[in-house]
Antibody, heavy 119, light 106 residues
């Protein structure tokens, strides 16, 4: 069974930075498209962005609210996905999920890590 | 930007059929998928490519997509199906989620 374990969440001040990690196992990570999805407290799901596999160029795509502030990267040798978040705003407060984007959907999800942006 | 609209809530009696809709402009021309999320848990993919069920998802879950509306249907709804349900589609390269529907089984 696919395992995705996010880490790196915590409390950060507005304008600050944070890097999330997602350790992946039990599937062929280097062939997978990987995404980040977030969920603000009591709210719905919001896609943040994705990174394609290196064999498909490793291109990244981002949602408008985070473009230019967030960067997704991957280290296939460590089977780890990253989300670098800069210039954080209070509205970025959410649980951040790492997902695999296969099967025509987000077929596996981590347990999520909470990011709280507050002064 | 592309929007997907879901009813905020749907109620169903145990054993009956629940239908949750998701509306978007020409949604039937895109693939839709559906997620189930129970309180305190991560979402689970229950339908992908409009009608397909991932391994392990019960047969009572089915999907359709035509025109401007995708529909998730749960036949013989059980108490364990009470959850939030989200539809999702792609607008070009970006992923779009609906606002979610709270399914109550009472």
């Amino acid at each position: 069974e696919v395992q995705l374990v996010e880490s790196g969440g915590g409390l950060v001040k507005p304008g600050g930075s944070l890097r999330l990690s997602c350790a992946a196992s039990r599937f062929t990570f280097n062939n997978a498209w990987m995404s980040w999805v977030r969920q603000a407290p009591g709210k719905g799901l919001e896609w943040i962005g994705r990174i394609k596999s290196k064999t498909e160029g490793g291109a990244t795509d981002y949602a408008a609210p985070v473009k230019g502030r967030f960067t997704i990267s991957r280290d296939d040798s460590k089977t780890t996905l990253y989300l670098q978040m800069n210039s954080l705003k209070t509205e970025d407060t959410a649980v951040y999920f790492c997902t695999t984007e296969r099967l025509g959907g987000h077929d596996s999800w981590g347990q999520g890590t909470l990011v709280l942006v507050s002064s | 930007s592309y929007d997907l609209t879901q009813p905020p809530s749907v109620s169903v009696s145990p054993g009956q059929t629940a239908s949750i809709t998701c509306s978007g402009d020409k949604l039937g021309d895109k693939y839709a998928c559906w997620y189930q999320q129970k309180p305190g848990q991560s979402p689970v993919l229950v339908i992908y490519q409009d009608t397909k069920r991932p391994s392990g998802i019960p047969e009572r879950f089915s999907g359709s997509n035509s025109g401007n509306t995708a529909t998730l249907t749960i036949s013989g709804t059980q108490a364990m199906d009470e959850a939030d349900y989200y539809c999702q589609a792609w607008d070009s390269i970006t992923v779009v989620f609906g606002g979610g529907t709270k399914l109550t089984v009472l």
